[in-house]
């Protein structure tokens, strides 16, 4: 006698009778292939990442109701059929060709992707108050007692002067109101149906009208403001003095916007409750500025902000706006103004609602070099306020400058550093400042697929911006032919200005002048010569100092040291102010190792300040090897160090200790003690940076530590990036990787 079969087999072969298995597989298949698809074109096509993300959770959904589906129906050239249990006959439950099954299976998922487009498409800041006040007519009030009677029609000028261009809103012109009002007066009394047909006619898209009334040294204004549908949109009502109207009215006002913004909030970065002025000037300023701020034209938006100040001087939101603003611009003439407006936003904090006081609490601690208290405080603010953009940003931007300038491979990868922005922009991808930093980082990597989509989403925001978006793409040419001169030169003429405009296109042109001075220095020879020629044209056309500097900068790091000093003795170079970038270059030589020990003295003396003789007394010895002379060298930068009061000279001396600690064969702790006191890579630390990725490449035992910070490129001054190129050949090749030492 057979034994019945185990339950767990019947089951398996009840899944394939049911083709519940065949269901599975096909749509596991399909389903990577969708998703592998979608990975590459999405990018491709600036689709928002939220779109993928939407598309994976529906497709992992649908898989249990495939199956269920599969279990229960099976789809036959006679139609639908019911499976039945095993020996009974399938019942038809839906005479329909397989083809129409399989279209509609087909459309949902075609409904599938459009609700996924839906879901996550941008959303753009509205224009913030409720439907029907972006448009106002202003209608002469009702006035009754002593001394009110002027405000009948004058409440049409003040109070569509006081809303007028307050962020969305606009009043319709006094004199327009006041002559159709007059038309229907003669005909009697204005009725409310006759008032909304006035603001019909003027295509407002509500109106607003009310009373003034006066007793003794009481006054009180009543208003309502009516959309033309016949809804109230809202009803104010203030009292003061009759001794001080304007005032009232002012209050009125504002009463008024806070009414209308309840509706929805008027910009996603702040709350209309932070707007603690009573003075309808300062908030007219403010919200120019914020405009202006969002737009990441960051001198507009100071100059915004000030007036919004000067009418209202403690207004601390618009101190701490004119902070973050004029933090902007990298300027050092400007850190007395930052510190000044983010005291004063601290100093009136106190009036802000607790989100935005904790926002100037932040601030005030990073620019007092606390920074990870402040970052400490944001992470505190956003467990509470998960999705407040604002916070975000500040977050991200705290987090970008926190390993910005770092060389380790430790430190976070560019994708990382990229992912804070990106959550910014997934809630708010309206404001322009987000988009500056990952637009960096890109293009410091040569990453043209990142490129391409912030500069596609960035185009759909800032449509206005052309000379910043001409920057960037041309930018973004270049780096996708490196080897092209042509394209170099043509981004090149956008980037070397000097103007003295402080918005998108300055950070445009600051974000691509070391990506491109790399491609440039990386030039073959024949190239490079067109490039030079090209750069000393555009001097003798009256070219500025970034040309300048960018010709130091390519002679001497491809070596053409002679060259490079006839440009820094020319009165041209002189001319511009570039003293100090003189000596910079005239030392650089050393710094590259590209010089022997007799150059300091060739150039005389005062050509070298004390600070770069004695680095390159430290940086020779490096060189040569020599533990004596690294020791009278760490000697002399120990007591150079204490007499200014300058710690860098300390870590110098212990990464020279750790120098010699390699030559005397403990060369892996030795190094490790040299990257230890080195820490992040700056423009003090970058010549001895070099020294210790050399002296990695040169050890078998610490050649790995070296190669991936070797292969990112040099985030630093960009005149090390071929050395670092250099170096990395040598690593490859010791390596046995001959190709990739032959391209680097």
Do not use: C
Not at 353 to 382: S, W
């Amino acid at each position: 006698m057979t034994e019945p079969a185990p339950k767990g087999t019947s089951f398996f072969s009840e899944l394939k009778r049911r083709h519940v298995i065949r269901v599975a597989v096909a749509y596991a298949a399909v389903l990577f292939v969708v998703l592998q698809v979608a990975d590459l074109v999405f990018p491709a096509l600036s689709i928002p990442d939220s779109v993928y993300r939407f598309l994976v959770i529906a497709s992992l959904l649908g898989f249990p109701v495939a199956l269920a589906l599969a279990w229960a129906f099976d789809i036959t050239p006679e139609g639908v059929r019911r499976t039945a249990a095993e020996g009974e006959e399938d019942p038809v439950v839906a005479r329909v060709r397989p083809w129409i099954a399989y279209g509609g299976g087909l459309a949902a998922v075609v409904a599938v992707l459009v609700m996924a487009l839906v879901w996550a498409r941008p959303r753009v800041a509205a224009g913030g108050v409720a439907e029907g006040a972006d448009v106002i007519a202003v209608l002469p009030f009702q006035t009754r007692g002593e001394g009110v009677e002027v405000l009948g029609e004058g409440m049409v000028d003040l109070l569509s002067r006081n809303l007028d261009e307050v962020g969305a809103i606009r009043t319709v012109d006094p004199r327009t109101i006041l002559a159709q009002w007059q038309r229907s007066m003669d005909e009697g009394l204005v009725t409310t149906g006759e008032a909304l047909q006035i603001g019909t006619d003027v295509g407002a898209g509500s109106i607003l009208w009310g009373s003034v009334l006066a007793a003794g040294q009481e006054a009180r204004i009543d208003g309502e403001l009516i959309a033309l549908s016949g809804a109230s949109l809202a009803k104010i009502t203030v009292t003061g003095s009759s001794e001080n109207l304007l005032a009232l009215v002012d209050s009125f006002s504002v009463a008024l916007l806070r009414e209308i913004w309840r509706s929805r909030r008027s910009l996603p970065s702040f709350d209309v409750a932070a707007i603690t002025t009573g003075d309808p000037q300062a908030i007219r300023a403010f919200l120019r500025g914020e405009r202006f701020y969002r737009s990441s034209q960051w001198d507009s938006a100071a100059a915004a902000f000030s007036r919004a100040i000067a009418a209202d001087s403690t207004f601390a939101l618009a101190h701490y706006r004119l902070a973050r603003a004029a933090a902007w611009s990298g300027n050092l003439a400007v850190t007395a103004l930052v510190s000044r407006e983010s005291d004063l936003a601290l100093r009136y904090s106190d009036r802000l609602p607790a989100r935005e006081r904790t926002l100037v609490l932040a601030f005030e601690l990073q620019r007092n070099g606390q920074g990870a208290e402040g970052e400490d405080t944001l992470r505190a603010y956003l467990e509470r306020y998960p999705n407040d953009s604002e916070a975000m940003f500040v977050l991200a931007d705290a987090n970008y400058h926190r390993h910005d300038g770092s060389n380790r491979e430790t430190e976070l990868s560019v994708a990382e550093r990229i992912e804070p922005f990106d959550d910014v922009l997934s809630i708010d991808p309206t404001l322009v400042p987000v988009y500056i930093h990952p637009l960096e980082l890109s293009l410091q990597v040569g990453d043209t697929a990142r490129i391409n989509r912030y500069l596609s989403m960035l185009e759909r925001v800032a449509p206005g911006e052309t000379l910043a978006l001409e920057t960037y793409r041309s930018g973004a040419r270049a780096i996708e032919e490196p080897g092209e001169v042509g394209p170099l030169i043509t981004s090149l003429s956008l980037v070397l200005r000097n103007d003295a405009t402080n918005d998108l296109a300055w950070q445009a042109r600051m974000a691509l002048q070391g990506p491109l001075s790399s491609i440039a220095i990386s030039l073959p020879g024949r190239e490079q010569r067109v490039l030079i020629d090209w750069a000393r044209e555009r001097l003798e056309d009256g070219g500025d100092e970034t040309t300048m500097t960018l010709l130091a900068r390519l002679t001497t790091a491809s070596g053409r040291l002679r060259e490079a000093r006839g440009l820094l003795d020319s009165p041209r170079f002189e001319a511009a102010g570039q003293f100090v970038s003189r000596r910079y270059f005239i030392t650089l030589p050393v710094y590259l190792g590209y010089a022997d020990r007799d150059y300091p003295e060739t150039v005389g003396v005062n050509e070298i300040s004390q600070v770069g003789r004695l680095r390159s007394q430290l940086l020779f010895a490096i060189d040569d090897a020599d533990a004596d002379a690294i020791r009278e060298a760490i000697e002399r930068s120990r007591d150079y160090g204490r007499s200014v009061g300058a710690p860098i000279w300390e870590d110098l001396a212990r990464a020279g200790e750790g120098f010699i600690r390699a030559l005397d064969g403990d060369r892996v702790a030795g190094l490790a003690e040299v990257e230890d006191a080195l820490g992040p890579l700056n423009t003090q630390t970058e010549p001895f940076w070099l020294r210790l990725l050399e002296s990695m490449v040169s050890y078998p035992e610490t050649r790995a530590r070296a190669l991936p910070i070797l292969a990112r490129p040099w985030s630093g001054e960009v005149v090390y990036d071929l050395p670092r190129l250099y170096l990395l050949g040598r690593a490859l090749e010791a390596g046995g990787d001959a190709r990739g030492a032959i391209e680097a």
